[in-house]
């Protein structure tokens, strides 16, 4: 959670809140904060860090594992009217990748500043080029994009 | 039980630490927001 914690500003900047869940007490947060992630990120977790200790909410997204009683590694971008958006789940030994994220949040915006009307070729990147669905671009997206643009 | 892409956000209101202070949240205080939410294993494993 420290990884997300650095890049909080830059999600703030997108207006992205973050919270983060998992099944220990409001008060292990406490000292998981104050004494190892505080050492990793200058002041340590600036998000809410929610408790879910009867697993209620990883039941609610799907991400409750019963045979272990802890939630899985799941990360879901929601928007600003309440519509999950992306889901990524992951096995606990398997660390996500925020940048990763980050790129997810940024080309759903675009889309939806948009009102639907683009949409982002893989692997891109803000300033890349955009989609711009419809008939005129059946056929023809490779002279628009190609898997070579991906960096 | 679980959501898919598309689907409303299930709202839920749970206990929190934040910046010193003991709270509650609820996915719906942050109505008109981008969320991101993400659950994890627990304190103080290694990943």
């Known amino acids: 959670m420290s990884a997300v914690a650095d890049r909080y500003p830059e999600l703030q900047e997108l207006g992205v809140e973050v919270i983060s869940v998992s099944v220990d007490s409001h008060f292990v947060h406490k000292m998981w904060n104050d004494n190892e992630l505080s050492k990793m990120v200058e002041g340590g977790i600036p998000f809410q860090m929610a408790s879910d200790q009867n697993g209620a909410v990883g039941r609610a997204y799907g991400v409750w594992d019963e045979s272990s009683g802890v939630e899985m590694r799941g990360r879901f971008i929601i928007d600003p009217d309440g519509v999950i958006q992306a889901i990524e789940i992951l096995t606990p030994p398997v660390g996500r990748r925020i940048a990763e994220t980050i790129r997810q949040i940024q080309a759903f915006q675009l889309v939806r500043e948009s009102g639907g009307t683009r949409a982002t070729p893989a692997g891109w990147m803000p300033g890349d080029p955009v989609l711009e669905p419809g008939p005129d671009l059946v056929g023809r997206v490779w002279e628009v994009w190609n898997p070579r643009m991906e960096k | ?47």
């Open chain 2, 1 to 47: 039980m679980g959501v898919r892409v598309g689907q409303q956000a299930p709202d839920f209101t749970a206990a929190t630490y934040h910046r010193g202070e003991f709270g509650s949240v609820n996915l719906s205080d942050h109505a008109g927001k981008w969320v991101l939410l993400c659950f994890y294993p627990g304190d103080f494993t290694f990943v």
